[in-house]
């Protein structure tokens, strides 16, 4: 596997380490327990760290020098693919002819260096996308930056020297085919999945003494990146709406925001901080930063109600995850969480990112019990369809079609 601008022992929430991160990991996990050996090539960012590092019984991760260690901005990432290329063709080297069997490449950038390896070594290239410009581009945050054309380009490059592409949903899939003139014969859908062990439930109870919750009281949690493609400053501004319809609430809403600054939001990351105190919430928001897997678990069981309200999508594990610890989600009706979330079944899909609209959706929850409590029993059933262990299973597959892919372009050539 290639993860070129973000290493998978990253902690999530904050950076360039977000859902991301944690597909790679878990799904290299999944893959060495069916005897499946993995090795992820990341870029070193710290002259501290190993230059191998077991991850898991069966999965190497491999930090590559290229560029200096810290300072270097994704944008920048561009021109150090030949030196990191150069070094995970060393690495193949130090083994025998034919050691790999497949590149998996992660987001565009490890794309551009897999399809070298492809061709270099004679092995299919699956390419997973992640997050794709075009689609990107298409619906900005308010104060966000397009990605540019360079990455436009790179993008269609991959999606053509890639004899499989794993698409996180049929929706994914589809802009593939359309915006990138995949084509769709090497377009499989393979759904992220959850970790059910970590993310289940907690006594709700327990889990706000532990965290310093009040055990009565309506949280909203926002979990993820702090950037204007996550729009933490949507939860934010319909809080506001909400407490000025309704003054009573203000004493039972607590709204914790856990995460760190990251991409765009990295320019001005006090931004939602002064965005809280500009909308008068001191007293009901709380920054928390990012947190492990198993506290983050926590985090989402504690919780009243989940805000996913993202401008884009490809996914949403924050919504899987959540939903795992039978917290309903509001998310918005976007990207790959029209699938993960099931409207009015374990959640609520809202339409827009209108404050008032927001308002709306978050005052349901908190003040129907009966709503709660159906959604969350429909947030436990949806989580259990997704599990690392069937992800695991459907890539395995896509590999073997991807060889097949190659093998039939080789004969036709």
Not at 132 to 137: H, I, P, R, S
Not at 227 to 235: I, Y
Not at 262 to 279: D, M, V
Not at 322 to 332: E, H, N
């Amino acid at each position: 596997m290639i993860s070129l601008h973000t290493s998978p022992l990253d902690q999530p929430g904050t950076g360039d380490a977000g859902g991301m991160n944690v597909y790679v990991i878990e799904l290299a996990r999944r893959l060495a327990q069916r005897g499946v050996g993995v090795d992820i090539f990341t870029r070193a960012t710290d002259s501290r760290l190993s230059p191998v590092v077991e991850a898991a019984d069966g999965v190497l991760v491999r930090h590559v020098a290229a560029g200096p260690y810290e300072g270097l901005g994704k944008a920048e990432l561009p021109g150090q693919l030949c030196t990191f290329a150069r070094e995970v063709l060393r690495t193949e080297v130090l083994h025998p002819v034919g050691h790999y069997d497949v590149v998996h490449s992660h987001y565009w950038l490890s794309g551009q260096v897999g399809a070298l390896a492809r061709d270099r070594w004679n092995v299919p290239l699956v390419h997973s996308m992640h997050t794709m410009a075009k689609v990107k581009n298409a619906a900005l945050a308010a104060g966000d930056s397009p990605e540019p054309t360079s990455r436009v380009i790179g993008e269609e490059q991959v999606v053509e020297a890639a004899d499989m592409l794993i698409a996180n949903t049929v929706l994914e899939a589809d802009q593939l085919v359309s915006l990138y003139g995949a084509d769709p014969d090497r377009v499989r859908v393979v759904h992220p999945g959850v970790d059910l062990s970590v993310f289940g439930q907690h006594d709700k109870a327990q889990v706000r003494r532990e965290l310093g919750l009040p055990i009565d009281a309506s949280v909203l949690l926002f979990a993820g990146r702090i950037q204007p493609l996550k729009a933490p400053d949507v939860l934010l501004r319909a809080v506001a709406v909400l407490l000025e319809r309704d003054p009573q609430l203000r004493s039972q809403l607590v709204v914790p925001i856990v995460g760190g600054p990251s991409g765009s939001g990295l320019a001005h990351p006090e931004s939602l901080a002064s965005l809280s105190a500009e909308l008068g919430l001191d007293d009901v928001v709380r920054f928390v930063p990012p947190v492990g897997q198993a506290q983050l678990a926590k985090w989402y069981a504690a919780a009243t109600l989940v805000a996913v309200p993202s401008y884009n999508e490809s996914f949403g594990l924050v919504a899987a995850e959540a939903q795992a610890a039978g917290t309903p989600v509001v998310a918005a009706a976007v990207g790959g969480l029209t699938t993960v979330v099931v409207d009015e079944v374990s959640g609520l899909l809202v339409d827009t990112h209108t404050p008032q609209d927001w308002a709306d959706a978050l005052r349901r929850i908190v003040t129907d019990p009966d709503l709660r409590s159906r959604l969350a029993a429909g947030a436990t059933r949806q989580a259990a369809t997704f599990a690392w262990e069937r992800t695991a299973e459907l890539t395995l597959e896509a590999y073997d079609l991807a060889r097949c892919a190659m093998t039939t372009t080789e004969v036709a050539l």
